[in-house]
């Protein structure tokens, strides 16, 4: 039977939030703006940013460039900032050459999704892509995933996994698709309040690493 495996990619595959970070502290500093300023970025930015986004930034710190210039100039030096670790490059490798089929299943931009997948190196190693934005439709909606699944020559019957950080749009949502699931906690606790996934691990190559063991694989086939 065919394996089928989602990723989310903020903050599972690559580090968002220490990537936005960095950029609030080069963009504070080249527009001449302060530390107060480079929170309220963070917290403006911290779950999605949109081009909409840098029209409040725009007039919020009375800036003088474009607030499409402001989003261009974003996406350009994510791009340059964000990176994704090489043990996980090569685990996504591992995991085709074994027979895996893979996709991006993530919310946001597809502006700024699509520069960090390239950027990365990540979009040459998978086998579909969906962004939100792009397909009208964010996770943890159903249609997100049967759109991921088309994007990647299949349907959602078939089954498969979603790997992510997000209890609520990457666990819940892939559960709801019919998806077994694989909880990215990067230290974080599972919330108690919520049904388990069913997996936990600390970060996507661990991730990647159960799936190509034995006892996963099995339980695809």
């Not at 085709?96 to 960090?116: M, V, Y």
Request: contains cysteine.
């Amino acid at each position: 039977m065919q394996r089928l495996v989602f990723f989310d990619l903020d903050n599972t595959l690559v580090d968002r939030h220490g990537t936005l970070a960095d950029w609030a502290t080069d963009f504070t500093t080249r527009h001449r703006l302060g530390e107060e300023v480079r929170q309220e970025l963070l917290d403006l930015l911290r779950e999605r940013a949109y081009p909409s986004s840098f029209d409040e930034i725009r007039t919020r710190y009375r800036l003088t460039s474009t607030a499409e210039d402001l989003w261009r100039s974003y996406c350009t030096d994510i791009a340059a900032m964000v990176s994704c670790p090489a043990d996980v490059l090569t685990g996504l490798d591992e995991l085709r050459r074994h027979g895996w089929r893979i996709g991006i299943a993530t919310n946001g931009a597809t502006d700024i999704q699509t520069a960090k997948l390239r950027a990365t190196g990540i979009h040459s190693r998978v086998d579909g892509i969906c962004v939100s934005e792009e397909v009208a439709a964010r996770k943890p909606e159903q249609e997100h995933f049967a759109q991921a699944a088309a994007r990647c020559g299949t349907t959602l019957s078939t089954g498969g996994w979603m790997i992510g950080d997000n209890p609520v749009n990457d666990i819940g949502g892939g559960r709801a698709a019919g998806l077994s699931t694989i909880w990215i906690a990067n230290g974080s606790p599972w919330p108690v309040d919520l049904p388990e996934p069913d997996h936990r691990v600390q970060h996507a190559c661990a991730a990647i690493q159960l799936l190509l063991s034995d006892s996963v694989t099995r339980s695809t086939t």
